[in-house]
């Protein structure tokens, strides 16, 4: 017997309900999560959900959090209303941490003011190209996307845990596998004063007002939705599906690759193997919680931060694990796509 | 002496589904070995009743009674033990399996294969419907197929026998064969319930009718004693409308021309085109009749340009368009309207106005990449109100949309496009009476302001009333367009069969009958 059945037209008040439904069910199992730990449980959310906005350090490490997110999130959203799935976006991240930290190794010693822009015009090319060679596979040799910008990622990651520990390793790091710290101008700069927020915000806030702006009034989005909704009607229009590939994964790993620069010449300062705690990922997440929608995206990236502030709040105060950040995460993925399945779907009236 | 028990007797079955009432306490009542017609128009509520009979849909409210007794039909499978047998109008039959294999598969009782296939030898034959048990089903043509799906049905020795709209799928040769096996059915006792909405045919077999609108049952007639106007007045509440074809009197020439097409088909079921040739001119509908699955989907896509083809194999007004695809092809004035009317001519959850954007983006609605929306509506607002398309406005979702409303808002969207060819696919499928007349004459006054009109269609009647020209598809090969004046509906359902090879026996055998 099936406990749902189809509405006659999907619901759009639960399109908008459905992520505020999946984060008060991931409060609800995240209490019953802190009491089977025998935590106490309002102590709890008071640490993991409070604490991290009590102070003003708290709202710009926030900040600093979302940003790379909701960066990633707007370039992937793009993909995924063309039905495209990017999923390796931490390994475009990597990818683009990989060309402008090269940039910056390359520039040391050098005063020029123009380390920081090279280095995120070569964050942006590293990221996008590391998008293109999934676009040419699929669109060459139809090899599915999902995969292969998955596999692409872990390739990434080894290719900088290379350099790292070999052509990039710096000669004075106690060999640690990391790089040499950059210089002054091959950083952001300070934005705040005791904070650790960066002009990289302007980043991030400059690509959500053109994501916002492309979303609402390009005929290039126009086509991707077609594309994602009714590829017949894409064919049927003369769209070409092979150019929705292209930009939809190169716009994405562009993304994700000046994320990367943000982390490299922002809170990391250097190349390691930690520049990202799983950005790429978690922002699929935060591409889907936001619906896919500009705005959406910047309050679900915050969401999203919170997270693993109050991760790592609760492994400082309540001694819980690395894997509580995880956690949350996967719940809050888990509760949106069930309930996700109201939007199409109603629960049947038993007569 | 009593009354004679009815077969069959449905009491105020009522169906609802969210936001529709399909069937509205809909009472019928069938007698042994009567053929009685369940006429209606599309979305007439004659499918949901029938799969209730079947036990495939569950009444909301009301009551069955097999042979005077009330009924629970929980399930197809006690339906069948019940006596009662279905043919689906999209069959359920797995192509990799031969016939005996397929037919095995709905039997409750244990068998052997090859003594299933001497029973089923034996009852194809008995009934005129010749069949070879270890064909597998991919190889056999539509009606071939279907014959696996009545005699499936014979093999449970129905008592009702449920036929949902049978000849959709048959040449006119064909439909006579099938008539006449159901005849002998009825003749030994079989209760036949005839669901159509082609008036002659059940005026021709049925005793007994009941027509259905809007869910509610609005007669009960003996077609043989009601005129076709007079049942067209039960189905749709008027009269049948009448098409208007004035000469054409324009300029003369040739807009279409396609040389030599062979295309080889991407899907592994599907039918390759071979050498196919035809003109069309400016003024004239030619209609290309056939069964969907000779090569129509192929066809139509590579006219469209959603399957390139060798740059010369279509010329566009003198010029090759074969490699060029769907939108270049449009940009040059050949448009076109698919079978699918959702998800192909239309994106189903986007609005009117994003759909007129679909093809219509061309028309001054893109400006350095950007979309201006506001003319979008305009266009849509304008091909709403000129084509009639009943809707709450341009802003509506097209899933919205009843079948008809959406069709004449894809061809009104194409047509404003101010084509000089256009490519039509089954135009009326699923479309009420009503809304068809206006569909058909859309098409034949576009053809008389100089456009070229290529029609694909299954339906003789639609092919017979607007085209000029006609010439059929079957299995891949088209024959040459005849004018209508000069070629008869018979001559037309021979070459949907009689350019099949010599070597399939079945069908000459069933051309030479019907010619006979």
């Given at each position: ?17 459905a ?6 069910a991931?409060l609800?199992a995240?209490s019953?999560?802190?009491?089977s ?16 906005m009590?102070?003003?350090?708290g709202?710009?490490e ?13 370039g ?13 976006a931490?390994?475009?991240l ?23 822009p ?15 060679l999934?676009?040419?596979?699929r669109?060459r040799?139809?090899?599915?996307e ?14 900088l ?26 950083l952001?700069?300070i934005?705040?004063?005791g ?22 009034h390009?005929?290039?989005h126009f086509?991707i ?11 049927y ?6 150019q ?21 010449a922002?809170?990391?300062g250097q190349?390691?193997?930690n ?8 922002a ?5 919680l936001?619906r896919l ?45 069930g ?5 199409d ?7 | ?12 079955i ?13 009472s019928?009542?069938v ?8 006429l ?49 109008q999209h ?6 399996l ?17 003594a ?44 009702l ?6 000849t ?10 099938l ?17 159509s ?18 869910g ?18 039960m189905?749709?509440g008027?009269e ?12 003369q020439h ?10 080889v ?7 390759d085109?071979?050498?196919i ?38 010329h ?7 490699h ?16 699918e009317?959702?998800?192909r001519?239309a ?13 219509a ?12 929306y ?22 509506d ?9 959406l ?20 135009p009326?499928?699923g ?8 569909l058909?004459?859309?098409l ?6 100089g456009?070229?009109?290529?029609l ?55 051309v030479?009958?019907?010619?006979a």
């Amino acid at each position: 017997m099936h406990l749902l059945e189809p509405r006659a037209r999907p619901s759009k008040l639960m399109r908008w309900t459905a992520p505020l439904i999946a984060i008060a069910a991931t409060l609800l199992a995240g209490s019953f999560l802190f009491w089977s730990l025998g935590k106490p449980v309002l102590a709890s959310f008071q640490v993991f959900f409070i604490q991290p906005m009590s102070s003003s350090y708290g709202w710009s490490e926030l900040l600093i959090k979302a940003c790379p997110l909701i960066l990633i999130a707007q370039g992937l959203a793009i993909g995924f209303k063309a039905r495209i799935y990017n999923i390796g976006a931490e390994g475009q991240l990597i990818m683009g941490a990989l060309a402008a930290g090269g940039v910056a190794i390359a520039m040391e010693g050098s005063d020029s003011q123009w380390v920081i822009p090279a280095m995120v015009i070569a964050g942006a090319l590293g990221g996008a190209l590391w998008g293109a060679l999934p676009a040419l596979l699929r669109t060459r040799f139809n090899a599915q996307e999902t995969l292969t910008t998955l596999m692409l990622s872990y390739i990434a990651s080894f290719i900088l845990s290379y350099m790292v520990h070999g052509p990039w390793r710096d000669p004075e790091g106690m060999n640690f596998p990391q790089s040499i710290m950059f210089s002054d101008n091959a950083l952001f700069s300070i934005l705040l004063e005791g904070s650790r927020v960066n002009t990289s915000i302007f980043i991030t806030g400059f690509a959500v007002l053109a994501f916002w702006l492309f979303n609402a009034h390009s005929f290039m989005h126009f086509q991707i939705e077609v594309g994602g909704h009714a590829p017949a009607a894409s064919r049927y229009a003369g769209f070409s599906s092979r150019q929705t590939v292209w930009f939809s994964l190169v716009i994405s790993g562009m993304t994700a690759g000046l994320a990367g620069v943000g982390e490299i010449a922002g809170p990391v300062g250097q190349l390691n193997l930690n520049i990202s705690p799983g950005y790429g990922f978690a922002a699929i997440i935060v591409a889907y919680l936001g619906r896919l929608h500009a705005l959406g995206i910047v309050l679900a990236g915050f969401l999203m931060a919170l997270i693993y502030l109050g991760g790592e709040a609760a492994q400082v105060s309540l001694q819980m694990p690395f894997a509580i950040t995880g956690i949350f995460q996967g719940m809050l993925l888990f509760f949106l796509l069930g309930s996700d399945a109201f939007i199409d779907n109603r629960l049947r009236r038993f007569a | 002496m009593h009354p004679p028990v009815p077969r069959l007797e449905l009491l105020d079955i009522t169906k609802r589904y969210p936001g529709i009432v399909a069937c509205s306490e809909v009472s019928l009542s069938v007698m042994p070995g009567e053929i009685h017609a369940v006429l209606g128009e599309n979305g007439a509520g004659k499918s949901t009743l029938m799969k209730i009979i079947y036990g495939a849909v569950r009444a909301d409210s009301g009551s069955i009674l097999l042979n005077g007794h009330e009924v629970n039909v929980a399930n197809p499978a006690q339906a069948r033990r019940l006596g009662i047998g279905m043919v689906f109008q999209h069959f359920s039959l797995f192509e990799t399996l031969t016939v005996a294999e397929n037919i095995s598969l709905v039997l409750d009782e244990p068998f052997n294969l090859p003594a299933l296939a001497v029973r089923v030898k034996a009852v194809s034959e008995r009934y005129g419907l010749p069949l070879d048990p270890s064909r597998m089903v991919h190889s056999l043509s539509v009606g071939e197929r279907q014959r696996v799906e009545i005699v499936r049905c014979l093999l449970q020795d129905p008592k009702l026998l449920i036929l949902d709209e049978p000849t959709s799928v048959l040449t006119p040769q064909a439909v006579q064969k099938l008539f006449e096996t159901l005849r002998q059915l009825a003749s030994e006792g079989v209760s036949i319930l005839y669901i159509s909405h082609k008036l002659h045919e059940i005026q021709s077999l049925c005793d007994g009718a009941t027509i259905l609108r809007h869910g509610k049952v609005t007669g009960n007639a003996n077609p043989r004693q009601e005129t076709p106007a007079s049942l067209a007045r039960m189905m749709i509440g008027r009269e049948l409308p009448v098409c208007q074809a004035p000469v054409y009197e324009g300029d003369q020439h040739t807009v279409l021309t396609v040389e030599s097409l062979n295309l080889v088909s991407d899907d592994p079921f599907g039918t390759d085109l071979k050498n196919i040739s035809l003109t069309v001119n400016a003024g004239e509908i030619l209609g290309i009749a056939g069964i969907s699955g000779n090569g129509q989907a192929e066809l139509m896509a590579a006219l469209s340009g959603e399957t390139t083809v060798e740059k010369h194999a279509i010329h566009f007004e003198g010029k090759p368009v074969g490699h060029l695809n769907a939108g270049q092809r449009r940009h040059k004035g050949l448009v076109f309207v698919p079978e699918e009317r959702l998800g192909r001519g239309a994106v189903p959850p986007f609005s009117l106005s994003h759909n007129a954007l679909l093809t219509a983006h061309r028309k001054g609605m893109k400006y350095w990449g950007l979309v201006r929306y506001s003319k979008a509506r305009e266009f849509a607002d304008k091909c709403v109100a000129r084509f009639d398309v009943r809707c709450g406005g341009s802003g509506d979702d097209a899933r919205s949309l009843s079948g008809g409303n959406l069709q004449k808002f894809i061809v009104g969207r194409e047509i404003m496009l101010k084509p000089k060819a256009m490519i039509v696919a089954q135009p009326t499928w699923g479309v009420d009476v009503g809304a068809s007349a206006v569909l058909r004459q859309a098409l034949l006054d576009l053809s008389r302001n100089g456009v070229a009109i290529v029609l694909i269609s299954e339906e003789l009647e639609e092919l017979f009333e607007i085209s000029d020209r006609i010439a059929v598809l079957a299995q891949g090969r088209l024959s040459t367009a005849q004018p209508r004046s000069a070629i008869s509906a018979e001559s037309v359902g021979m070459k949907m069969s009689g350019l099949f090879d010599e070597s399939d026996a079945s069908n000459s055998a069933e051309v030479s009958h019907a010619s006979a």
